[in-house]
Every structure is written in structure tokens, then in C-alpha cells.
């Protein structure tokens, strides 16, 4: 059976109706798991023979005429930063590799509550820091689209497990867009809901003002269905909320788009412009209403992008000192003293691009420059937020690109980490104003994904989501 064009509510109505056993669905996805994931690398971990008892037993449910719910059943992909109790969680770093999880993530704990089949861990940039899914200590990830290019990042693997077929959804994290970057190079739908409406207990911390997890998939259906289940207020993270929903639109008529003017100029490949001038015609040519919007302080989003999540990298990875967790150079002969121990496990388990941003971070935060970089980053945090809101007076919707250009070679990016960093330039402001933003595929160059992004207002993903799934029915 030809899965890869099957949304999780086909593939329910296939169990249900018995034309598959949840065994037989989920022997097909581990057959394309190991045919595919040693060229791509998506995968850290499965879990076969945990996934074939809980196939198992979904099975006697349906054959003794239970009730199952929607996920029951489905294969799910995790991304290897969000815990999944006693099992490894390195977060794609050295400095990990045996750390076992204690207990699962509140996002882990409702899935599986659902009956979710939680198949794998999925790699990552370590500690979800990059753009490329080329800075894990486990290699790095090839886009399934064409392997000599990379899948984006840091939910590298996440994308391309969804985007090769070896499971139909995942989860992700994205702190200036590691979902939504990812999902448009791999020519997926990935989403980041809003900050505080999807608990981040058991995530491994990156930037803690800026971290959402969200999913990832193949239609705006099946993205609803996994973001019902893991959002709401949780105690265990005390900056979740709860809230209630802005009503659907049906009909695009309904709807005023704006576009940012600032999302359109330098830097945009000319290509993805187009590509993405054609589906806003698209949108006008369905009713919907266009309009020309301005976000003035979008020049900036980067740099305070920069200095925010780094001074929270430094801070949150902190932890991670050979004493308290990890791994450890405090038993080698070498080390002498206390602060070697500090010193010599984190040069020696850690990476490059971590450590580069621990030291910036650091700086930010010194006493000195705190006032002219932190500071200051977090007064234009809030300029930037209030653009936003002051554009969502005029628009319901904000529609940019995700990403300014189709993806890149693997290696192209990794001698300047600037132009690594400008692979985030337009998904890093709805992180700094907390929106939700969902990245959807809108056309292709030279046969790699474009991805487009709408952007809703705070605590919106009803009415995103409805907009999305409106904007799929154009395109299908
Ligand atoms: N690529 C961005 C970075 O390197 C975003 C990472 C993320 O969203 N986790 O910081």
C-alpha cells in the first residue's frame, strides 16, 4: 500500500475498517525506515519492538470492537531533544550521549496517552542550534528531496523522516525557526504555535523566552490533529496559558492578507519571490483581500534574535559542566583541578557553532555590555512585537516567505556562520512576538521545496490553521 499520500485520518479510517492491521501499517513504515534512513540520516533511534507490541495491542482493540482514537495506532517521529522516558535523549550532542530520560515530556505523555506509537528519535543541530542540520554530533542529515543538499534545520531530522515517508507526522522545536525552515526545504507543512499554549516541560532547554515544540506533516489536517493533543496549560510549565480560540473562517473571501513590505526586499532570492508573488495572486484570485502591510522594525529582528537566544543559550547550557549532567572529564588523569573539569569536558563535548554561541551570549551579558546588547535587545523585542500588533488592526494574516532562499548544498554555509544565520532572517520575528506561524510548500526551484509562512495573531491556530487548510485546497 502506497502510504506516502495517506493523512492520519485515512489511515485511521483504514484501521477502523480493518483494510490494515496497525501492525501491518506500521510494518511498512519501518521498512521504508530502513531503506531510506541510512542515506538520510533522520532517524537516532527506533524503537521496533516496543512499536510492534503497542501495534499489537491497538489490534485487539479494534478486533474486539473498542473505541480508538484518531492517533492510535499512527507512528510518530520525535525530534531527540524532547524526553521519552528511559530512553536516550542527546540532543544531538556529545555532551549527552548517555544521558537516559527520566521521565516523559508533557507533549510525549499526551500522545502516547492517545496512543501514539512513538517510533523514533530524530536527529538534530545539536542542542537545536543551527540552520542546516549540520552541526549534530551524529552526523549530519541529507534532505530526501536531493541528498547533496541540506534539509534545513535544526529539526533536520524531523522534516525528513516526514518528507521520506517513514512516518506520516513529527515533532519539532523552533526558536527562530526549526520547524518552520526545515519543513520548507523539505517540502512539508511544519508549525509553531503560539508561546505558552504547547507545554515545553521535557524539552531540553535552547533559549527558554523563544522555545515552542510544534509538528510537523504532510497536510494542515493532520498538523490540527497533533496540536489539539499537545496543546494546553500544564502545570509543570508555568508560562503556559490557557485560552480561548479566535472562531474559523470558511471562506477566503472573509479574509485580508497582508504582506510585509520589509519581507520582500534585499536579500530574497528573486525565484522565491515569484514563487511566492503567484500564490498571493492565488489567494486574491479566491476572494481573499490583499494588502501591502509595513513591520518597520524587521531590519533588526536578526541582531535581537542574536543576542536574546544566545545570553539564554549561555545561561541554559550552563548546566552542562561534567558535574551536574553528562558526560564528564572529572575522572581523566589530565585534569587537575575544578575549573579544568569545567573547561576541558565542555571544549571536549561540545561543538563549534554551541560554543561560539555560549561566548557571545556570555558577552551580551557581561556586566558592561549587558545595557548596550541585552537590554537594548529585549526594548526592540517589544518594538517589534507592537508592529505586529499594530498590522493585525488592519489584517487578519500575515504571508511571507519562510526562508529567503531554496535550500543549500551541504558544506556551502559552513565556513561563515553569518550566512548560516541569514537562513533565519524571516522566521526568527514571530518567535521574538511569540506568534504562531505555520510554513506550507509553495512551488519549487530547479526541483527544491519553496516554502511559504503565514503568520497569525497570539493564540490564533484555530483560525491559522483554517487559513492554511484553505490555502491547501487551492493548491490540491
Ligand atoms: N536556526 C536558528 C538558530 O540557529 C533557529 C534554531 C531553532 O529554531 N532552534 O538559532
Request: with cysteine.
Amino acid at each position: 500500500m502506497d502510504l506516502s499520500s495517506l493523512s492520519v485520518g485515512e489511515i485511521h479510517k483504514l484501521l477502523i475498517q480493518k483494510e490494515i492491521s496497525a501492525q501491518e501499517l506500521l510494518g511498512e513504515y519501518l521498512e521504508i525506515i530502513k531503506k531510506e534512513n541510512p542515506k538520510i540520516n533522520a532517524f537516532l533511534e527506533i524503537f521496533e519492538e516496543e512499536g510492534i507490541k503497542q501495534a499489537q495491542e491497538v489490534d485487539k482493540k479494534i478486533e474486539k470492537g473498542d473505541k480508538i482514537s484518531i492517533l492510535e495506532g499512527i507512528p510518530v517521529a520525535i525530534k531527540d531533544n524532547i524526553l521519552l522516558a528511559n530512553k536516550r535523549c542527546t540532543a544531538g550532542s556529545k555532551i549527552l550521549e548517555n544521558y537516559i530520560a527520566p521521565y516523559d515530556a508533557t507533549v510525549v505523555k499526551k500522545l502516547k496517552e492517545k496512543g501514539a506509537i512513538i517510533i523514533g528519535k530524530t536527529n538534530l543541530d545539536e542542542f537545536a542550534i543551527g540552520s542546516s542540520g549540520e552541526f549534530s554530533a551524529y552526523g549530519v542529515t541529507r534532505n530526501p528531496k536531493n541528498l547533496e543538499y541540506v534539509p534545513g534545520g535544526s529539526s533536520s531530522g524531523s522534516a525528513a523522516a516526514v518528507a521520506a515517508d517513514m512516518v506520516p507526522i513529527a515533532l519539532g522545536s523552533d526558536t527562530g525557526g526549526s520547524i518552520r525552515q526545515p519543513a520548507s526545504f523539505c517540502g512539508i507543512i511544519g508549525f509553531k504555535p503560539t508561546y505558552g499554549s504547547v507545554s515545553r516541560f521535557g524539552l531540553v532547554a535552547m533559549s527558554s523566552s523563544l522555545d515552542q515544540i510544534g509538528p510537523l506533516g504532510k497536510n494542515v489536517e493532520d498538523i490540527k490533529i497533533v496540536y489539539e493533543v499537545i496543546r494546553g496549560k500544564d502545570e509543570m510549565d508555568s508560562t503556559t496559558v490557557s485560552f480561548s480560540q479566535k472562531p474559523v473562517k470558511e471562506r477566503l473571501e472573509e479574509i485580508k492578507i497582508g504582506i510585509p513590505k520589509e519581507y520582500f526586499t534585499k536579500g530574497i532570492d528573486q525565484r522565491v519571490k515569484e514563487i511566492i508573488k503567484d500564490r498571493i495572486k492565488d489567494f486574491e484570485l479566491s476572494g481573499a483581500s490583499i494588502e501591502e502591510v509595513s513591520l518597520p522594525h524587521t531590519d533588526y529582528a536578526l541582531a535581537t534574535y542574536y543576542i536574546i537566544m544566545t545570553a539564554e543559550v549561555s545561561s541554559n547550557l550552563a548546566r552542562y559542566d561534567g558535574i551536574k549532567y553528562g558526560k564528564s572529564l572529572a575522572e581523566s588523569d589530565k585534569i587537575t583541578n575544578l575549573l579544568d573539569v569545567y573547561f576541558e569536558t565542555r571544549k571536549e563535548f561540545l561543538g563549534e557553532e554551541v560554543k561560539r554561541r555560549i561566548m557571545l551570549g556570555t558577552y551580551c551579558l557581561s556586566v558592561g555590555y549587558y545595557e548596550a546588547y541585552y537590554l537594548q535587545a529585549q526594548k526592540v523585542r517589544t518594538l517589534i512585537k507592537k508592529d505586529f500588533e499594530k498590522a493585525f488592526k488592519k489584517v487578519d494574516i500575515l504571508l511571507t516567505p519562510t526562508s529567503p532562499t531554496p535550500p543549500f548544498k551541504l558544506g556551502e554555509r559552513l565556513e561563515n556562520p553569518l550566512t548560516m544565520y541569514m537562513a533565519d532572517v524571516l522566521t526568527v520575528s514571530a518567535n521574538l512576538a511569540g506568534l504562531p506561524a505555520i510554513s506550507l510548500p509553495a512551488g519549487e526551484i530547479d526541483k527544491l521545496p519553496v516554502g511559504l509562512q503565514l503568520i497569525g495573531p497570539a493564540f490564533s491556530e484555530n483560525f491559522l490553521l483554517s487559513v492554511a487548510q484553505l490555502a491547501q485546497k487551492i493548491w490540491t
